[in-house]
Each structure stands twice: as structure tokens, then as C-alpha cells.
């Protein structure tokens, strides 16, 4: 594609020769002379510098050098798009597979995709132009909304809803039975799990992620929810909208997210919590049962604290080894029998 059309399908202008032909793209560093980059801000001008990239997506307070560049007030934005317009999905042909089993009953949209060896049982409601890559499980009741991808071996138990364009990556497992039990005459017996999973629309879901069902009622996820590879949402969790949660993230059952939050890595969220609205949940930190983070709120550590706190205390405690230094100089001080209590120097009475 060459930059002249690029920058027409991305809506933006250009600077330099529009009738370079970009073959695809590149890390800055590493772009070549037909490949296309990006400069996300003024601390890497210096780096595009030296750039062999044929093209770059820059700023509009990027300083004019004279070589190809195509200027956004978002550039990082502007290239993921380029990206889609480079890097164009493959059509996969709409159909049946012979080896899939479809039950009785089943409603298929149309132009639906239905790989190899994928099951699809009683009830099932498939809608427009879904795709289901090979080996997927779809239970009984399972609505599935127009224009989702459900990559190889996902699973979606009976009763899962799942929104339009949604995409379920290789190997999640939607409507798995939540973790519950009571005890009973000295032994674990389980709480039966009724309820369901609702995904909202445009959501996404990556590997290996789990999402139970509720034990009555529902667990929901927003609309536009981004969920990492090994993430563990439990039974009964609500999910506001647009919220991120990265990989290795577990909640527990019962706890809510608030619209916008962003949950960064191997967070931890006991029974019950409450994420309010845009809070920010640093990479590690554990969240208390029914603790509650405040809207807008960044924490980390655990206990989960408010960062600048967090911060406070990570700075005290690297001054520990030098604290503990100076205290035993000074308990060997004060045992000297050459110092008296006061601290004078009791030498040559």
C-alpha cells in the first residue's frame, strides 16, 4: 500500500513521497526501507533519527526533517489502525465443516464458520457471521452474538451468553462451575452453581482465561472489557465496562469492578472487594476481602495501599540496613563502660 493511500484511509496528512510503497511495519529500531513505524513521543526523536523505516507515523509537534512521515495528534492510535489496513484479516469462508457436530435444534446465522471436529449442542443460537475455529465446545442455550471469533478449543458451558464481535482466544473455558462448598457433617459438599456467564459486546478474553458461572444469578462482564491470557474471574463477579485486567489476575467470588479500572498483572482480589470506577490496581498487589479501592484511586502492594503511601514505605524500608547500622553503634555506645549514661566521655576519671 503506498503512503499517499494510507494517509487517506487513515484520514490524516502527509509529508514527503506519497508514492512510497509500504510492504508492512516495524519496531522503530528495526524498521526497514519499506516498512512503516511509529514515534509515540518527543523522548524517541532522537532514535527516529536513525531509523531505516520508509515511513513514520509522528506527532504533530515532530520537527520537519524532510523524509516521508504521516502526522497524527495520536500517533500510537493511528499506527494500530494502519496496522489493520496493512495486516488485513484473512476471510474465512463461511460453512459447515463436515466433522462438526451440530445437534437438533441448533440456529446458525448466516455466513457463519463452523470448523473442524466442533460440537454445538441442543438450543444453541449462533448469530451472523460468527466464526468457530476447530475443536470449540458450545454447550446447550449458549448465544453466541453476530461477528465473534471463538479461536481454537474454546469451551462455553450451557446457558453462556456471549456478545457481538467478541474474541475468545485458544483454550478459555466461559461458564465453568464457581468454586463453591459448604460444609456438612464434617465434610466439603458442593453449593450447586445455577446461574450463568453474560459477556457483553466487544469484549475480549485470552488464553486459558476462566470465567465461572454465578451460583444464582449471573456473572457479567461490560461491554468492551479487555481480559488477559490466564486470568481467573470467579463466580458472581461484575465487570463494569471498558475495564482492563492483565495476565495471571485472579478475583474471587463476588467482587465488582467498576467501569474504566485498569488491574495490572498476578493482581490478587479477595471475596467480595469493590473496584470502584477508573481505580488503578498496580502489577502484584493484593486487594482484601471486601476491601474497597476507591474511584480513580492507584494502588499497589500488599495490603493493596494508595501508591504515594506504597511508595513511602518501599522508600523507609530500603533505609533499614543503614538505620540498623547506625542503632547498634549506638547500643555499643551506651554499653561501653567508658560512656556514661549521659553520653560523656568518662575516660581518664
Known amino acids: 500500500m503506498r503512503v499517499r493511500e494510507l494517509a487517506e ?13 509500504l510492504a508492512g ?10 516498512e512503516l513505524s511509529f514515534v509515540a513521543a518527543p523522548k524517541y526523536w532522537k532514535l527516529a533519527d536513525g531509523s531505516a523505516a520508509a515511513c513514520l507515523i509522528v506527532g504533530m509537534q515532530f520537527p520537519a526533517t524532510g523524509r516521508c512521515v504521516i502526522r497524527a495528534q495520536e500517533p500510537r492510535m493511528v499506527f494500530a489502525q494502519a496496522l489493520h489496513l496493512l495486516y488485513p484479516t484473512t476471510a474465512i469462508e463461511s460453512g459447515v465443516h463436515p466433522s462438526a457436530v451440530i445437534e437438533p435444534g441448533v440456529v446458525l446465522g448466516a455466513q457463519v464458520s463452523i470448523g473442524p471436529l466442533v460440537s454445538i449442542a441442543v438450543g444453541a443460537i449462533v448469530g451472523d457471521g ?4 476447530a475443536g ?4 446447550r442455550h449458549v448465544k453466541i452474538g453476530a461477528g465473534s471469533l471463538l479461536h481454537p478449543r474454546v469451551t462455553l458451558y450451557d446457558g453462556v451468553e456471549i456478545g457481538e464481535r467478541a474474541v475468545l482466544h485458544s483454550g478459555c473455558v466461559i461458564g ?10 464434617g465434610k466439603y459438599r458442593k453449593f450447586p452453581q445455577v446461574g450463568s456467564v453474560r459477556l457483553g459486546d466487544d469484549v475480549e478474553v485470552g488464553a486459558n482465561s476462566c470465567i465461572d458461572r454465578a451460583a444464582l444469578g449471573v456473572t457479567s462482564i461490560g461491554d468492551g472489557v479487555k481480559i488477559d491470557n490466564l486470568v481467573h474471574i470467579a463466580h458472581n463477579c461484575r465487570i463494569g465496562d471498558d475495564v482492563v485486567i492483565a495476565a495471571q489476575t485472579g478475583l474471587s467470588g463476588g467482587v465488582s469492578v467498576g467501569d474504566k479500572a485498569i488491574i495490572g498483572g498476578q493482581v490478587g482480589i479477595g471475596d467480595k472487594a469493590r473496584i470502584e470506577a477508573g481505580a488503578v490496581l498496580g502489577s502484584g498487589c493484593g486487594v482484601l ?3 474497597i479501592v476507591r474511584a480513580g484511586q492507584p494502588v499497589w502492594g500488599t495490603p493493596a495501599r494508595p501508591l ?6 518501599l ?3 530500603s533505609r533499614l540496613p543503614e538505620m540498623q547500622t547506625a542503632i547498634r553503634a549506638l547500643e555499643a555506645r551506651l554499653e561501653s563502660p567508658s560512656t556514661a549514661p549521659d553520653g560523656t566521655d568518662r575516660t581518664g576519671e
Open 308 to 313: 504515594r503511601e506504597y511508595l513511602e514505605q
Open 25 to 34: 511495519a516495524a519496531e522503530l529500531e528495526r524498521a526497514g526501507g519499506d
Open 9 to 21: 484511509r487513515l484520514r490524516v496528512t502527509f509529508e514527503g513521497d506519497g508514492e512510497i510503497e
Open 289 to 291: 476481602t471486601s476491601k
Open 315 to 317: 522508600a523507609l524500608a
Open 176 to 185: 465453568a462451575d464457581g468454586f463453591g462448598f459448604v460444609m456438612v457433617e
Open 130 to 133: 460468527v466464526q468457530i475455529r
Open 136 to 139: 470449540c465446545v458450545i454447550g
